[in-house]
């Protein structure tokens, strides 16, 4: 009889007795919520991605929705987003009534290219509704950064805002010119970064997110419309009948709402465990890299049936995912039956994503749109196990599964 093998999922978390041992401590402290951890972790985020200001939000969709609001983003306005990704790319820009050009990507990386975001520049007349475009979001996808550099020089010469989606990508570094390198986040060659903190990702805080910048105003307007476009700093009071008393102090009840925000709010013991965690995401980078390179090495022998998805070309990535293009077609099975044949050896993965311009919402709004290298990538992915506390053993336990079942 085999023992039954312990189910390895496509990607998880990890927790040491140091992270429960910082969140007991924040939920014996005075603050749950909004207290010194929140802005103690911001300190912490922004100087290990080398930003000026970092904002801590409760998810990384909230993330990418104040990152729209920094910028100014409102209705007749259009953003670019490559349509593979995690539908909160695309869904941030709406909360703000802009509309969303989606562009194509390259089939064997999945990421938005100078020539697809060109592309889908060309083509913004005739998709938006009219509306003009403002910002592009390039996706770093499964923590592979978008060509910055090339994309930072198209964007420029148009004046247009990036806003990265970094949800896949932190702890990784990126080309930032000829002979220098960037932290994702540092916002080298953009105006903002936007991650999670959703327990799959690099590292978490359960739910979480956070905003990086290094522009003093857009990190302000992100302090305020985390927290119902309220401000308690008398020095911005605007409605002094009734903010002050007859003595010309400050009333201590009073707040003033200033613009229509939101409850953003990260809790204090969701921080204690981001700033523990913190401390080692260069550990979990660094496993992430080791076992990557052991699937690199493994599942080269399987092709041209799998294919294994390239890098950017100098980056040090982050690798949230390790994504694999499978021609299904070939091997005469299906994806849904290929996950189940890995499932029942025990073996988790995920199809990342559907291109968002299929969804019904967005095909309801802007029609069916031709976009065959999202397409392309898409029929051929799956996301195979990969997170720091898997052994070289599970590595190869995952690619005999895949070898058995691709036959
Ligand atoms: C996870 C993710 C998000 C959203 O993050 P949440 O924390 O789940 O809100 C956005 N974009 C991408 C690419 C993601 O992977």
Redesign the pocket.
Known sequence: MTSPQKFLPYGRQSIDADDVAAVARALQSDYLTTGPGVGRFEQAFAEAVGARYAVASN??????HLACIAIGLAPGDAVIVPTL?????AN?ARFCGAEVIFADVDPESGRLTAAHLEAALARAGSTAKSARVKAVLP???NGHCADMVAIRALTEARGLRVIE?A??ALGGRHRAGNDSMAPVGACALSDLA?F???P??TMTTG???VTTTNDAEQYRLMQLYRSHGMSRDPATFRHADLAFGPDGQPNPWYYEMQALGWNYRITDFACALGESQLGKLPGFIARRRELAAHYDRQLTPLAPVLKTVPGQAGDDPAL?LYAVLIDFAAIGKSRAQVMAELKALGIGTMV??LPVHQQPYYRERYGRQDLPGADSYYARQLSIPLYPDMTEADVTRVVDGLRRCLG
Not at 59 to 64: D, I, N, P, V
Not at 85 to 89: E, I, K, P, Y
């Open positions: 998810s990384g969709t909230a993330a990418l990704t995690f539908l909160a790319t941030a996706v770093h996808l989606d949800c896949h936007c999670s903190l959703h799959v990702k739910e979480g997110g949230h990342h994503y």
